[in-house]
């Protein structure tokens, strides 16, 4: 049961630059979430996915897309590389979006440098 | 809109002493997260609150939720070492289960 796995763990990007990153998780969750996380910032949702099938914008979207290509996988696109892109996504993934009781899971993260 | 603070951002602490770690949130919620992160890696789960007055304790850290005052606090016992990290809070924003997090508190304990 490896949980939640994130690739690639590092990548380097010019501006302009397109790529996905990937994330999947075996422990047949529902939902699933991208973060960022900047220093001082804490971390901000780029958009998540209560369900198979659906997604939604969160607080920081711009720039992004995503993919919720079944249950196990959730990736995020960046279509066109910008600097202010330079950060630290975390993919996450719960249960059940309906159960208070129930957290999140994050996988080990990538880092992402657009120069 | 939901905005949450935790205070202080950075703690230095010597080992052996104790602290509380401060999460203040600015609209009701129903649901309340405690995570850890050491450097370079991800979140770990520590503490789900979910109604006023609960508390929560695991070695020598202690959660506690009043959500009349919509303060979550995070109180360190006698610290060693190995507590240093970041501690983040997150409050629950919606019924999608999305979380609103806190800027983190960097605790560094010092012998």
């Known amino acids: 049961n490896a949980g939640v796995t994130q690739t690639p763990k590092f990548q380097v990007l010019k501006t302009g630059q397109s790529m996905t990153l990937q994330c999947a998780q075996d422990?047949?969750?529902?939902?699933m979430y991208w973060y960022r996380q900047d220093p001082g910032m804490g971390l901000r949702l780029i958009y998540y996915s209560a369900s198979e099938g659906t997604t939604d914008k969160g607080e920081v979207p711009n720039g992004y897309n995503v993919s919720r290509l079944n249950k196990r996988e959730f990736s995020l696109r960046l279509e066109s590389a910008a600097p202010s892109q330079t950060s630290v996504y975390f993919c996450?993934?719960?249960?059940?979006?309906?159960?208070?009781?129930?957290?999140?899971?994050f996988g080990p993260g990538t880092r992402l440098l657009v120069l | 809109e939901l905005k949450v603070e935790q205070n202080p951002l950075f703690l230095s602490m010597q080992e052996g002493k104790n602290y509380t770690i401060y999460c203040n949130y600015s609209t009701t919620s129903d649901r309340l997260y405690w995570y850890r992160q050491d450097p370079g890696k991800s979140l770990e789960s520590l503490f789900v609150?979910?109604?006023?007055?609960a508390v929560k304790q695991e070695g020598r850290l202690m959660a506690s939720l009043d959500t009349k005052a919509r303060l979550s606090t995070l109180h360190i016992t006698a610290a060693v070492h190995d507590l240093s990290a970041t501690y983040f809070c997150?409050?629950?924003?919606?019924?999608?289960?999305?979380?609103?997090f806190g800027k983190g508190t960097k605790l560094s304990v010092k012998p």
């Open positions: 996450a993934s719960r249960p059940k979006s309906d159960r208070r009781q129930e957290t999140q899971y």
């Open positions: 422990m047949n969750h529902n939902s």
């Open positions: 609150l979910l109604s006023n007055g």
């Open positions: 997150a409050v629950g924003g919606g019924s999608q289960g999305n979380l609103i």
